[in-house]
């Protein structure tokens, strides 16, 4: 089992958890508002500085299913540059 974290820019939302949902991933936590600075897309600081927040979704699949995301987010990103997009996973020793 995976913990899947796709940190993106809030513009993006709406695609990510539709990508989630195609994928059956449908039991998701999301922090709906983060500051980030990623090597594309710069600052996001939701101040009048660096303008723009990000989102983070968190969600547990088996392993396949997490694979299967992250291919499906990484032709994402590479359709979506701005979108801000990074995607990684983690261990899931045990989950209730």
């Known amino acids: 089992m995976k ?4 940190a993106n820019d809030i513009a993006a939302d709406a695609e990510v958890r539709k990508l989630l949902a195609e ?3 449908e039991a998701w936590t999301r922090i709906p508002r983060c500051a980030g600075k990623g090597p594309r897309t710069g600052a996001r600081e939701d101040d009048h500085v660096w303008p723009g927040y990000n989102a983070l979704t968190i969600a547990v699949a088996d ?3 997490a694979a299967r995301a992250l291919d499906a987010l ?6 979506h540059p701005r979108a801000g997009l990074f ?3 983690t261990p899931v020793e ?3």
């Open 94 to 96: 045990s989950a209730l």
């Open 63 to 65: 392993d396949e299913t």
């Open 23 to 25: 994928l059956g991933i």
């Open 74 to 79: 990484r032709a994402f990103r590479e359709s």
């Open 3 to 6: 913990q899947l974290s796709i």
């Open 87 to 89: 995607a990684w996973t």
